[in-house]
């Protein structure tokens, strides 16, 4: 298993991370039309991706028993446009990504997406918190999400025995899981934190809810007239097809088998370099081609994702190229695999840390 693999050290560390940086460097200064092109052009296949499946959903409403087909498009593109949206528009524009083109719509620190999760709620736990502490216990709220026991290293207790059912809940109803991860309710359950506060940290959510929530299962359903539950139906689907798209990237980027976790104490003196090598350690890419690249918003390179995440997703194939070598000279591990092979090591995770394990390993320095 390469996830045994010792960590690199020293001088040969710092020369790893200073080639990586020469490699951030060169794409830096590459950054021009085809990038701010290739955003727009996304954002124009999110647009037309919606109508044509909404359209296409209305179109099958008055007889959906007769032209389920039609309705089976509909969702299928209402449910790429939502994944796009989320994947390759939103969470790329969010990271800042395209900050240097100076266009109002497409600034990291104002854009709003088609998710329930405020925005201002992901640049913190996401951009922030997850990135800056990529699988450090304690630190990084994505480890697990508070609800699952992914890596022996962490605690055992009874609650986990229910994983398995808590993360298929957790994939059907993703983008509620990723709204409320803000808010960080094991607070309040243990008495951390008084619920009197809950309605006003959850102001921004609550400001969010009747919108998103709205559009999707009141505005566009009731626009249908008599065919109301067509409509409802249809959307409700699109959304699961985003929901359980995203939890399986996600989920395969950051917790297969040959993943690792870290403690603070790992990370107290952390130079660069030791920040790029933890990001290498704690993900996973996903193989394919540029449909499976589309579709995942880039992150099936989600360790290229890790290492660079405000450079243009766009360029993560090209850079993967360069970085896998880098590891290669270096030694260190660099885990990708096909999608069945990847979400297979995540359910394998879910189901063996659901019973009482403990670590066989602890990373060692080269």
Known sequence: MTAHAPLLTGERLEAFGAELDTLREKHVRDLGAADA?????VRHVVRWTEVLGRIAIYGAAPAPWLLWPLWVLGVLLLGISKIVDNMELGHNVIHGQYDWMNDPSLQGDRF?????????WWRQTHNHSHHQWTNVRGKDDDVGYGLLRIFPEQRWTPFALGQPIYAALLAVFYQTGIAIQHLKLGRYVKGRRSWRYFLSDAKPLLRK????????????????????????LGNMAANLVRNLWTFVVIFCGHFTADAITFTPAQVKDETRAGWYQRQIRG??????????NFMTGNLSHQIEHHLFPDLPARRYADMAVEVKALCAKYGVPYNTGSLPKQFGEVVWRIFRHALPSRPHWVPAAA
């Open 112 to 120: 709003q997406w088609d998710h329930l999760c405020p925005s201002d």
């Open 37 to 41: 092109r290739y955003i727009r052009r």
């Open 209 to 232: 809810l009747p919108w998103q929530g709205g559009k999707d299962y009141v505005f566009f359903p009731l626009l249908a007239g008599p065919f109301f539950l067509p409509v409802l």
């Open 283 to 292: 993900s996973s890419n996903i193989a394919g081609g540029f449909l499976m």
